[in-house]
């Protein structure tokens, strides 16, 4: 199960680390994610594939999209991660966490599920009382995140915190192509026990080490650039029948390209020159982001 990490779980409290202080990598840097050049109007955008975890290797990026963000008018994300953090919070309450002293989550789960959770939280050093008052959705966000962890990748070292981190450098200008009250509104509109399916696909996942292969794959299909890789992604992302896969596809993907896709055309439409980075899931498959750029007449060059 391929799940689609939002950028809400990256690092609502986190401080990056200055990137220029660190040692610099290899000279050139490597390609990484996806990056397309869309062109209308004499306008010109970058759209780049990010992915909501990182690790301090990843950076700095390669010449390309570095040259478009030092040049561009405006920085687009799908949500900014160092934005408002009373934003965050208020979405996180509403949205991610129960109310009236509602819960534990566990007690959603189906009876054999919870003490397999118990373990996985054992597992991840997190202290199950932390996550009492979670809906079960944000309990399985948490573990996939620690999953993520424990192949190498920090969730506070993602690219959209390093994009974020650099525009405010630059002073350049920052909008958000969503909000996070919206993403984990997607989230919130599941049924209790959808949510628990949800959670209980997410253990499943991770008990079999299919998380782990998941994330390994993606995060080293966008380390590298691999088009082929990253296509083989998506299409086992649409053939996946759980519920978490279907959801992943239809809503978290298919859902949000359209209005996505909308946003960078608005932007395209009034900045000379922008860079726009979303999750590279975005960017590749059937209905990817991209396409719907070309089906609104827009010239869209794929770089790598």
């Not at 597992?123 to 932390?130: I, N, R, T």
């Not at 959808?194 to 998380?211: G, N, V």
């Not at 750029?293 to 790598?304: A, D, M, N, W």
Request: hydrophobic share 45%; with cysteine; proline share 5%.
């Amino acid at each position: 199960m391929f799940c689609c990490l939002f950028v809400f779980t990256a690092a609502p409290n986190a401080t990056p680390r200055a990137w220029a202080d660190d040692a610099a990598p290899p000279s050139p840097a490597p390609d990484r994610g996806a990056l397309f050049r869309i062109e209308g109007s004499g306008h010109v955008a970058w759209l780049f594939g990010t992915i909501h975890v990182g690790s301090q290797s990843f950076y700095p990026l390669e010449p390309r999209i570095t040259a478009a963000l030092q040049t561009a008018r405006v920085l687009a994300l799908e949500v900014d991660p160092l934005g408002s953090q009373d934003d965050i919070a208020r979405a996180v309450r509403e949205y991610g966490i129960y109310q009236n002293g509602r819960g534990p989550a566990s007690a959603e789960l189906h009876a054999a599920y919870r003490p397999r959770l118990d373990r996985l939280l054992r597992q991840f050093d997190v202290a199950p009382a932390s996550v009492a008052p979670m809906k079960p959705w944000m309990i399985a966000s948490l573990l996939t995140v620690r999953e993520f962890e424990t192949q190498g990748y920090q969730s506070e070292l993602a690219v959209e915190v390093w994009l974020s981190k650099g525009a405010r450098e630059r002073k350049q200008k920052i909008v958000e192509l969503e909000s996070v009250q919206a993403q984990m509104a997607l989230f919130g509109r599941m049924s209790t026990g959808d949510q628990a399916l949800f959670l209980q696909e997410t253990i499943d996942a991770i008990d079999k080490r299919e998380q782990a292969s998941d994330a390994r794959a993606i995060a080293q299909a966008w380390a590298t650039a691999d088009k082929a890789a990253l296509e083989r992604i998506a299409e086992k992302t649409a053939s996946d029948e759980s519920f978490s896969g279907r959801f992943v596809t239809r809503v978290l993907l298919a859902g949000r390209n359209p209005l996505l896709a909308d946003g960078i055309a608005k932007l395209l439409a009034r900045e000379t020159s922008s860079v726009a980075a979303i999750g590279v899931l975005h960017l590749v498959g059937k209905g990817s982001v991209p396409e719907l750029l070309r089906q609104k007449g827009l010239r869209v060059e794929r770089i790598y």
